[in-house]
């Protein structure tokens, strides 16, 4: 059964003909004890086939552990989307629902090699110089967890030391109980702070510079006075 129906696969097509860099789509699965595993690498078929400048490759999480291992995998699915380079950016858990418009945005994304961010923020996150590594719990019904999910990857697409993974929270419970997750989007960073809800950028950007430690006193006279005009 095909998921993506007739008028989504032609208007991804044309979509994807804006497309600049080829774009590299690695899937990691297990056999066992994993349910969406299947069902990950049918719809990324479905995808990787409506252009050419999209590839899709597989592998098994036991059997090519030091690749996976490589890309920071533990858990399956796992999805990098990437393009010469590795940006940090993941997906744990099938990227459906509300969901699949995140995977979509970052294959845009990774292929004209922008973020898209501002150019103060992006500024600021090219001076971090401490890992610093987004969990970004959804649920597929969630329509706020999109942007929050693509705020930490087009974060993470700015500094080799950022990584941004979306965690599907209802595929990973265990995750999700250690993390407290009682509503979504929580974003946890560096697995000691936390906040919920989809943040603009520069709110974004404070509470991961506020996590590492960072001076943030600029950033906050800042969004001051952006609040005093508004």
């Known amino acids: 059964m095909a998921f993506l129906k007739a008028k989504d696969r032609q208007a991804l097509e044309q979509e994807f ?3 600049t860099q080829p774009v590299k789509l690695i899937l990691f699965t ?3 004890n994993c349910e969406m595993c299947r069902e990950t690498k049918n719809l990324l078929q479905e995808v990787a086939a409506l252009s050419d400048k999209l590839t899709l490759e597989v592998y098994n999480v036991h059997t090519d552990k030091e690749r996976a291992q490589g890309f920071g ?4 699915p796992a999805i990098v989307v990437m393009n010469g380079k590795d940006y940090g ?3 744990f858990g099938i990227p459906a629902g509300y969901e699949f ?3 979509i945005e970052d294959i845009r994304m990774v292929s004209q090699g922008d973020s898209g961010l501002q150019p103060a923020t992006k500024a600021a996150l090219q001076k971090i110089n401490k890992p610093l590594h987004f969990q970004v719990f959804v649920t597929p019904t969630c329509p706020y967890c999109p942007r929050a999910v693509l705020t930490a990857h087009k974060m993470a697409m700015e500094n080799e030391l950022i990584r941004a993974d979306m965690i599907e929270a209802t595929e990973f419970p265990d995750l999700a109980e250690k ?6 989007p929580r974003v946890v960073i560096n697995d000691e ?3 919920e809800g989809a943040l603009p ?8 510079l506020n996590a590492l430690g960072e001076d943030t006193s600029e950033l906050e006279k800042q969004l001051e006075q952006t609040h005093a005009h508004a």
């Open 73 to 76: 995998v533990d858990k399956t």
């Open 201 to 208: 950028e520069q709110i974004f950007l404070l509470a991961a």
């Open 30 to 32: 297990q056999e066992l």
């Open 101 to 103: 418009a995140s995977l």
């Open 17 to 19: 003909q804006t497309l």
């Open 89 to 91: 950016i993941r997906h």
């Open 193 to 195: 702070h936390y906040f």
């Open 179 to 184: 993390y407290g997750v009682m509503g979504v």
